[in-house]
């Protein structure tokens, strides 16, 4: 994805990509396309993608865990600016995220340091997320 590519374009790339790693994750080389997605994130203009986008991380975290922590720090970035997002909408997406980040403070103490060395409000908005489930 291309910074110079058009918001929505890249944001409809994004979602399409996103639906073919929940289809079918296992025909995808995750190694080279996730962390292309991920430059992608989070969305900038067409957020009726967030659903296929989001879900597709979630897909990630539960059937692909070692590959998707490998990309934990960008993870947190683009879930903590997504929390802080009114415009995406919580059709259960940022209760997954506090689901997940639950999880993964309870499993991964170590990310905690992680999280510790993101700027304060994201911080913030991370460890609310966490705790709210």
Not at 11 to 16: E, S, V
Not at 47 to 54: D, G, I, P
Not at 61 to 75: A, E, L, V
């Amino acid at each position: 994805f291309e910074a110079t590519e058009d918001a929505a374009t890249r944001d409809n790339a994004a979602g399409a990509v996103s639906r073919m790693i929940i289809r079918n994750a296992a025909v995808i080389p995750l190694d080279e396309v996730l962390p292309v997605l991920l430059t992608a994130l989070p969305l900038k203009d067409d957020m009726e993608e967030n659903e296929s986008v989001y879900n597709a991380l979630f897909h990630l975290f539960s059937q692909y865990p070692d590959m998707i922590m490998k990309h934990i720090p960008r993870i947190l970035v683009i879930f903590a600016e997504a929390l802080e997002d009114e415009r995406v909408s919580d059709g259960g997406i940022k209760t997954q995220m506090g689901v997940i980040l639950k999880q993964l403070v309870q499993q991964c103490p170590d990310i905690l340091q992680t999280i510790a060395q993101l700027p304060e409000g994201q911080q913030r908005r991370l460890i609310e997320a966490s705790r709210q489930q």
